[in-house]
């Protein structure tokens, strides 16, 4: 490489900035000096917040020994699969690596991969979670006969009702299309199939989710449901009706958490830049900007069970079967999408985020790819 190349690298900081791992510049002390952004989306607190603080008044490791061993700031560590609590944010579950900063004694440099199961970043959709998916997937083929017997019911009624009637068993008609689609899908959990995606209106797919729970047995119960809609976003890459019922499932829930005059629901879209996925399948990374935002104001999901809310019967509810959020997370996973939960302690809101990639993007590099081939 030549110099004039080597002077055009970019610097340091610019390097640091666009890492997807969280990375910490620890002063001797273990006191914050830098934080690049992923360490700043992470710990929820921006740098200026971060800078001059000691890390463990930000985050406590289960294991004290560690931070012994981190203290010892001559030495690298490395560290697998350590739980750690980040005040406001809950439990993580993470690969943490310190190094000593060349030249600069005292000064160690902190890296972390947060492996948390609730984010859905880390195991494969097809792993162990989704064997105890089984179960449903020989209920499936019982719950689509009487599914069979609803949609002609609502055929039959359609013909002698008025204009408002006939709207409602036109949703009743298309909604058990679109669950036994689901059925077909759920009774493939455990395989590694290939889904088939297509640009979708996130919007329409949210306010088809909104006029399905308005028009059911949960019409008159919880609150309502509050739209922050960004409507310049583009379309997302994914299914039409695994988006409805991805946002039905969190709604619902989200609906049925809250209780009281003060109640609140919010379904808010916006463009998140700078999320990334390495996609396991293909080994490229794609972009997920666009996010879908779940929110209520209820108590939250036990501190004990939010580790494994995203896991197969694992539930809050008396009558519940725990497998609601499994079947989200698999959905999302199929569009490519990642699902994640927080609950924020100091405001008293739980949120569910759904990032997706952009419709556009992957097609204009499926077409690169085509002429690159050509």
Known sequence: MS???????????????????????????????????????????????????????ILTLADPRLLERI???????????????????????????????????????????????????????????????????????????????????????????????????????????????????????????????????????????????????????????????DPSLPAVLGSPDALVQVMINLLSNAREACAGNEARVVIRTRFASGLQLHATDSGRSVRLPIELRVSDNGPGVPPSMREHIFEPFVTTKKSGQGLGLPLVRKLVRDMNGRISHERDESTGWTHFRVHLPLAREIKVRSTQRKKVGA
């Open 3 to 57: 110099q004039g190349t080597r002077a055009a690298l970019p610097e340091a900081h610019r390097q640091l900035a666009s890492l997807p791992h969280a990375v910490l510049l620890l002063e001797p002390g273990q006191t914050i000096a830098s934080a690049n952004p992923a360490a700043e989306q992470f710990l929820g607190q921006s740098l200026r917040r971060l800078a001059g603080r000691r890390l463990d008044t």
């Open 71 to 229: 203290d010892d700031v001559e030495t690298p560590v490395s560290a697998r699969e350590i739980v750690i609590a980040i005040k406001d944010r809950g439990t993580r579950r993470i690969d943490i690596n310190a190094a000593p900063v060349l030249d600069w004694p005292g000064w160690q440099l902190l890296t972390i991969h947060d492996n948390t199961p609730t984010d859905a970043f880390g195991a494969d959709s097809g792993g162990p979670d989704n064997a105890a998916l089984r179960g449903p997937e020989i209920m499936a083929h019982e719950i689509k006969n009487p599914l069979a017997g609803i949609r002609g019911a609502a055929q039959l009624l359609a013909r002698n009702v008025d204009e408002r009637g006939r709207a409602l068993t036109e949703l009743i008609t298309s909604e058990v299309d679109r669950i036994a689609t689901l059925i077909d899908r759920m009774q493939r959990l455990s395989r590694k199939t290939a889904p088939e995606v297509e640009p979708c209106n996130l919007h329409e797919a949210a306010r088809r989710a909104i006029d399905v729970l308005l028009a059911g047995s949960l019409a008159d119960k919880g609150p309502r449901i509050e739209e922050e809609f």
